[in-house]
């Protein structure tokens, strides 16, 4: 049974990453003109801030050149997060996307846009935004009816809980 460069990778790796507190999300090997570029993203339930990034990548470049695991050749290595509109493929990314809008592309076809309010094992409660004045509407989705759910940028939402105390910490300020 052969295993893919990136197999390899990441069982030498991940333990380093949750060594640190963070999972090992992604991982890939690119190539990039004669460079290659190892890509790996992290993160946890409460994020990962640029200290913990810094503290996993120098673990991870001191394992792969102790291993050489990345062969002889040049190479960079890249440590990140996940992007803003991240691709929700697992049951803990759908519990870190709590409160924020997804866009989902439903198995019987179709799409739908809506905020996740909780998570079970079973599937999700989602707020459906109402449109044209109507109020929102709530809805239950099983985690077999979604075929694929993307997190949306929102750059203004009215009734945040983060922009309304940033707003009172303003004012007391």
Known sequence: MSTTQSERLRELLEPLVTSQGLDL???????????RVLR????????AD?????DVSRALSAKLDETN???????????GTP?????????????RATDRLVKFQLTEGGELVARILEVDQEGIDVE???????????????FPEIAKARVQVEFSRKD???SKKAMKEEEEA
């Open 25 to 35: 999300e992604e991982i890939a090997v690119d190539s990039v003109g004669r460079k």
């Open 40 to 47: 790996v993203v992290v993160d946890s339930d409460t994020g």
């Open 50 to 54: 640029l200290d913990a990034i810094a």
């Open 69 to 79: 695991a990345m062969g002889e050749g040049a190479y960079d290595l890249e440590v």
């Open 83 to 95: 992007g803003a509109e991240r691709l929700l493929t697992e049951h803990r990314h759908f519990v």
């Open 128 to 142: 459906v935004p109402g449109v044209k004045g109507r109020k929102a509407t709530t809805r239950r989705l099983g």
């Open 160 to 162: 945040s809980k983060d």
